[in-house]
């Protein structure tokens, strides 16, 4: 089992910055990839980001190519996501999610386990 808390979540205005964290523990995570999802109201989960924690290999959905930025830190068993230039439709829970290894990282069914969520509100 692998437990996700999520923290750094709020409201900023347009063209500010957030940065969320994604505590991890219970298993070690030297062969699973983490990504981070968001579901805004009515919406299907989106893929955002996904991080190899092996390497440290990284992927990004188109829609935030160039503002959002995934790291980890291995000694703080902590992934985080950097969300630069931020814009009104970034609004949405954001989900952190840790699966094994598949090479599927855009895929919500690649990942086992799910934090709670982080509200990211972004104001016009």
């Known amino acids: 089992q692998v437990q996700l808390v999520e923290s750094g979540g709020g409201l900023v205005q347009a063209g500010g910055s957030l940065r969320l964290s994604c505590a991890a523990s219970g298993r070690a995570l030297s062969r699973y990839a983490m990504g981070w999802f968001r579901q805004a109201p009515g919406k299907e989960r989106e893929f955002v980001a996904a991080?190899?924690?092996?390497?440290?290999?990284?992927y990004y959905g188109d829609s935030v190519k160039g503002r959002f930025t995934i790291s980890k830190d291995n000694a703080k068993n902590t992934v985080y996501l950097q969300m630069n230039s931020l814009k009104p439709e970034d609004t949405a829970v954001y989900y952190c999610?840790?699966?094994?290894?598949?090479?599927?990282?855009?895929?919500?069914?690649?990942?086992?386990?799910w934090g709670q969520g982080t509200q990211v509100t972004v104001s016009s």
């Open positions: 991080i190899l924690w092996s390497g440290g290999i990284t």
């Open positions: 999610a840790a699966g094994y290894d598949s090479g599927r990282y855009s895929s919500r069914n690649a990942y086992a386990y």
